[in-house]
């Protein structure tokens, strides 16, 4: 279908707030405008074609810094209001097989959530809307967003043909790179930006002579390249000399391994920010995550935590967070998602005459008991000594076994975590001692330690000056030897793949 670039729609006029993650784009101080779709924090994606010399021409442009200032606007429905953020753009990067492009922001966008980007194909027949700033009927130049149902027609390898469905639903000129997405249960999934159409029903067109016809890029079989592209900014935006404490598991997919996303990053900042790093599912090494999400703003309850750790507490097998805060109380968040922790079980409650569990310095949760549905707790006390507690989401903190007597040291040790290295019946645990050293105890279970411990970082190594360390897999899905992230600092993030008994085996810098 042949038709002119740059598009908006004429529809309904949004609702203040309704469909803020549509981005409205101003490239050469007014020359041109378009629309876009924020799907990450700092990356807008939109239509190649936008920035092209001569959009009639093509979309193929080079990517890089953008030939004429960009100025992109999300977050605010009516254009004659202050709301929402205004910055510029930075970087450009095309697709180059499809009109698409992604746009980095000069600062991340606050208070509006990203449209997920869909991995569904579109179906004929299926209705999508579709949002944008452009012409309407009876507006040169609207400034308020706009709206309208569609239909989808043919679908080829790259594009999606879209019909209005709505009374004056109509894709205009104006601006190009307009989202077409899916709605369900209040839920948001992009599926479309806006290349070409008819105009039809658009300001000084005749909808009976050139019909509401558009095209779209499709989206859902480049998900992965968006993923990609956007990940590489998600961890250097964090100052990781403020990370206090983190914590590893599958949250975002439902709490359980699902064989394609990377583990979950939990992390608490030392001003009571909490944020969720969700895990990728691609297979790039050096971005391990794919997603950011803010749970707590900075200042929250989060600043009254001491001890935090990851690990499958629900009955259901899912992944959750335990804490010991600063009044001796524990509690365990069964269930934890994109929007904050969930199901607070109190195993101990705070303060009174005798706050035993303030004395718990160090803990983490791990498969310690053949129990392959929940986790335990294993805790280090400030003596020195250490205890297991078995299957903590259903018997709270009654399952106790005191593993090891008060012990001077153990007071050496300053970070431990659970994990899966020597292959062991139960996990191991890993024990960073404050000169440096770094060790596992294989198969740690309700009898003690087994076996020898088995060095992987030598005395005085550059281990003592972590920050922050977790276990997890995040080279890939159910990674087996686990991973171990580190947090320096010096404000640099880096983990060793696939550690086993014989040590580590490289690094992988992510910041730094």
Known sequence: MAGAPAHAVVGDAAKDGQYAFTAKIDIGDGKRSCTGALVESQWVLTAASCFADDPSQGFRITGGAPKQKATVTVGRTDLSTETGTSTEAVELVPRGDRDLVLVKLAKPVSGVAPVAVGTTAPRQGEELRVSGYGRTKDEWAAVRLHTGSFTVGSVSGSTIELTGKSAGAAVCKGDSGGPAFREKDGRFELVGINSTSLQGGCWGSDEAETGTAAVDARVDDVADWVQQTYSRTLLTRSNWKQAVYTASGYFTNGGAADGKRRMDLFVVWKDGEASLFQGADHDDPKQPFSAEYQIEKPGSYWTRARAVTGGKFAEDGSDGITVRWENGKVST????????????????????????????????????????????????????????????????????????????????????????????????LLIRWNDGQAQLFPGVDTAGYHGSRVTIRPVGSAWKNSQVLTVGSFTAPTNRPNDILIGWNDGNLSYYPGVDSAGTHGEVQLVG
């Not at 000594?385 to 012990?407: E, H, P, V």
């Open 333 to 428: 968040y069964m269930h934890v998602d994109q929007n904050g922790v969930h199901d607070e079980k109190t195993l101990r409650p705070g303060g009174g005459d005798n706050p035993f569990w303030k004395n718990a310095r160090l803990i983490t949760a791990g498969r310690y008991t053949e129990n392959s549905l929940r986790d335990d707790l294993l805790v280090l006390w400030e003596d020195g000594s250490t205890s297991m507690y078995s299957d903590i989401g259903t018997k709270g903190l009654s399952g106790w076994t005191q593993l090891t007597k008060a012990d001077n040291g153990w007071k050496n040790a300053a970070q431990i975590s659970a994990g899966e290295f020597t292959g062991k019946k139960t996990a191991d």
